[in-house]
């Protein structure tokens, strides 16, 4: 080989080795400007309504083109809850008046099953197992069957005495029927809030991409049932952050997914566990207290002692709110680095102030981290 090739091929290996070094300055200097932000715990603790409001205040705020979308997903949910209206009048021997409504009852019941396998599938999978255009439409045509259902003498009479009914419509349920009208017109278009009170399972992991005063964030939610825990181990290297998200209305209700297993304690327990984890030694933890609004409500009506025994404060807000805050700071490991937020994620305004208050530890994690700080 003469001396003017090599000296071109060495030529040519340095610049390619200096691009490759610049690719990884690049790709590292990313890195460390990416913050990521895990968000764990219980199903329907609040986790994806937290996510919602990153996008409602640092995201695209829902344009009108997705929000048509959520239509089928708000269908669900008023599907749902009209189905556990019926359940629950069969269960306390109560009868639906009309024809109509009997007919309208019956094709519910019949469509409800497929909608719901497929719907488990999907969940079961991480995917949509069978053709969603399927689903959406059967959910698109219901509104004027659901009609016929809630005109019913009997269908209302049986939902106004709904606080004694053995399957509790969730808050969706309830919101969504009060303002059944609205929904079932032509014209709908679901609103922000109708997002935000929406409830619809995580299915897998859901990522969110956000840039917020030139720093990268990489926001992971995950499905929390129980049987979807096993892969949020997968997610915990190299997170700047956990928020680990506890419904305080949940003192008093069992998990959906195991009807033996006390929600608040359920929680207590992931909890101890996650803070455990040899990955997350060294991760801060910001716990979220959540669905403050419900527990307030609760909290006139029942007694934190009946399902926590262990508790020997009055039964006010502020001595219930204080013993299951130090029941979860007990379980963390001793120095852990530990931030609590009271929420409600519903609450547009609130959650604008908290989540300020999360990108302002993050930004000093994430400062520290990098040795700025
Ligand atoms: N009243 C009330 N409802 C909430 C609150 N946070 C979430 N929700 C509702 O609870 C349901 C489950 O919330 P979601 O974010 O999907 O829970 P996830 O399973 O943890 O992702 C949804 O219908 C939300 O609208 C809260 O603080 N107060
Ligand atoms: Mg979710």
């Keep these: 080989m003469s001396d003017d090739v090599t000296q071109m091929s060495r030529k040519g290996a340095i610049a390619r080795s200096r691009s490759i070094d610049h690719q990884l300055n690049e ?22 309504t937290f996510m919602k409001q990153l996008r409602l205040h ?14 089928p997903h708000v269908f669900q949910n008023v599907v749902d809850a009209f189905h556990r209206i019926i359940s629950n009048m069969e269960v306390l021997g109560e009868e639906i008046k009309s024809d109509e409504g009997k007919a309208s009852a ?24 069978s053709p969603k255009k399927n689903r959406d439409q059967l959910l698109l045509d219901l509104p004027s069957e659901v009609i016929k259902l809630q005109k019913d003498p009997g269908v209302k009479a049986s939902y106004a005495t709904r606080n004694r009914y053995p399957l509790r419509l969730s808050e969706a349920e309830e919101y969504f029927l009060n303002d059944f009208e609205r929904i079932c017109a032509p014209s709908y278009l679901p609103t922000i809030k109708d997002i935000l009170f929406l409830r619809k399972p995580t299915v897998g992991v859901q990522e969110m991409c956000l840039t917020i005063n030139s720093l990268n964030y990489r926001v992971i939610d995950v499905a929390g049932q129980k049987s979807q825990r096993n892969k949020w181990i997968h997610f915990f290297e190299g997170v700047t952050a956990v928020i680990f998200f506890v419904s305080l209305s949940g003192f008093n209700e069992m998990l959906e997914e195991d009807s033996t297993m006390n929600n608040l304690r359920d929680s207590l327990q992931t909890f101890q566990e996650m803070t455990h984890n040899q990955y997350l030694t060294k991760t ?4 979220f207290l959540n669905k403050h609004d419900l527990f307030m409500e609760k909290m006139k009506r029942f007694r934190l ?31 852990k680095s530990l931030y609590t937020h009271v929420s409600c994620a519903i609450n547009v305004d609130l959650m604008k102030t908290i989540i300020e208050n999360v990108l302002q530890i993050l930004v000093d994690i994430n400062l520290r981290r990098t040795g700025l700080m």
């Design 27 to 48: 790709e590292r200097e990313k890195r460390e400007k990416e913050i990521q932000l895990l968000i764990l715990g219980g199903g329907g603790s609040g986790k994806t």
């Design 305 to 335: 002692a009946e399902t926590f025994p262990e508790f020997r404060g009055h039964n006010t807000p502020d001595d219930a709110l204080g013993f299951i805050k130090d029941e979860f700071y007990r379980r963390a490991p001793p120095g």
């Design 284 to 287: 801060d933890v910001m716990l």
């Design 58 to 71: 640092y995201g695209d705020k829902f344009p009108d083109e997705e929000r048509r979308l959520w239509r």
């Design 106 to 129: 019956q094709e519910l019941n019949r469509l409800y099953p497929k909608m719901c396998y497929q719907r488990l599938l999907a969940l079961e999978n991480g995917i949509h197992a």
